[in-house]
DNA sequence: AGTTGTATGTTGCATTTGCAACATAAAGGA
DNA sequence: TCCTTTATGTTGCAAATGCAACATACAACT
């Protein structure tokens, strides 16, 4: 575990909290780390969450699958990133939506429910704690809120603009690279695969983007360079 | 102001607040009570907030508008909601959507930007808000969760279906009344509002749904009553 | 009541899109 | 290396959808 306190110091979540209140706080809390293999659930929609998952090693995809069978990815973490706080921070709320290891993953689950729960006054570092958690959640919405700005596109050709740029942007850069690929790209834009390719084809011919695999380039992008 | 005050103290930002300490907050950091006409603009997409709005009367939405004139509406808020608190609990960021008043409405503009970022000790009450706070924000970070299962619907009868649905479990009734009207709701669902009356008319003669304004019940829904 | 502006309903039409089915390529394991 | 699995590309087709244009209904204001 030692070695992981170093990692988690380098965590947003943890801002700010010394080695040994770190180290105090994982052991007070009963905190755990747990492997996942490959697809395999860390969190099902339904239930009601007691820890907050930290990504130790690995990759961890936030989704909602609905009766049919559709899969939408809502989220796509790497080492480092913090899930599931939300539901633990509003109070206690049923998943409405899954984690789902998408490559072998080392996960630290902190039962955080108690600690946001409790009294103020239970650590002197407790309001750190929260405070960081407000900063990350709140980022967390201005994503999600760049999320939605692409899938209320009224077209699949807007919604791949729409999503290209904001990678440019991120990136700035004209050339950008997706961290997802075709069937996990269709399946955050909200749109079927083999329709996702076809219009990206298009917009090859129309010489709006050039792109090979998961590279691709805004021709004649405004306000990137 | 003073009747403000009580009003203010039902508001879950202020939650476990006393008067003389609400009274001495807002005093300190100056919020200003302004009043906005229908479709006057509060906050705009590019710029960055140093206030949060809470609202004292009259409704509020959050939008969202492209260079092609689309707008999305991200969010409906009425009396004691607040709002662009993300951009500045997330640390300054430059707003991606836009506050405009959907009726004449009593905003105020609380400067919470010093407030968010200054050092902890500045009150005694200060973790109480930060700690409401990071409640709302996870609580609307859900909200947002649940308004991208939506768009995120690959067509627009599941989007249609998925929104009463929501509609349904809020209001615990297969009939429910939504707060959008025909022009505002196709926007929420980021569809065309000639498809959505068509849709709604197909799914009213298949016997889906019978529908009158803005009142919907779901036909042979199933986990409601 | 009359006027104006906005919301809503309706319809034809071209285009977009999901869907299914199949081919090919790439990746991972035995 | 071979085999299996998964990702990706391609295409035909029917259905869904955006768009434009217009009619009607409703609400607000004078």
């Given at each position: 575990m030692e070695n992981n306190i170093k990692f988690l110091q380098t965590v947003p979540l943890f801002n700010g909290i010394d080695e040994e209140e770190l180290t105090h706080l994982l052991g007070c809390i009963g905190a755990k780390k747990k492997t996942y293999v490959k697809n395999e659930f860390i969190f099902l929609s339904g239930d009601i969450p007691t820890s907050i998952g930290i990504i130790l090693s690995g990759r961890v995809q936030i989704i909602k699958e609905d009766a049919f069978g559709n899969r939408t990815i809502l989220n796509d973490l790497s080492a480092g990133a913090v899930f599931g706080e939300s539901f633990i921070c509003g109070g206690k709320f049923p998943l409405t939506v899954s984690a789902q290891a998408a490559e072998n993953s080392s996960i630290l689950l902190c039962p955080f429910d108690l600690l946001m729960h409790m009294?103020?006054?239970?650590?002197?570092?407790h309001n750190t704690l929260i405070r960081n958690m407000m900063v990350m959640v709140s980022r967390q919405n201005i994503k999600l809120l760049a999320q939605l700005e692409v899938t209320t596109k009224r077209s699949l050709r807007e919604k791949i603009l729409t999503y290209l740029a904001q990678l440019a942007q991120e990136q700035n850069s004209a050339t950008v690279t997706a961290p997802l690929g075709r069937v996990d790209l269709a399946d955050f834009l909200g749109a079927d695969r083999s329709s996702l390719t076809r219009e990206l084809k298009r917009m090859q011919e129309e010489d709006l983007i050039q792109y090979d695999k998961n590279t691709y380039t805004l021709v004649n992008a405004v306000g990137v360079k």
């Open positions: 009294c103020p006054q239970a650590c002197e570092f």
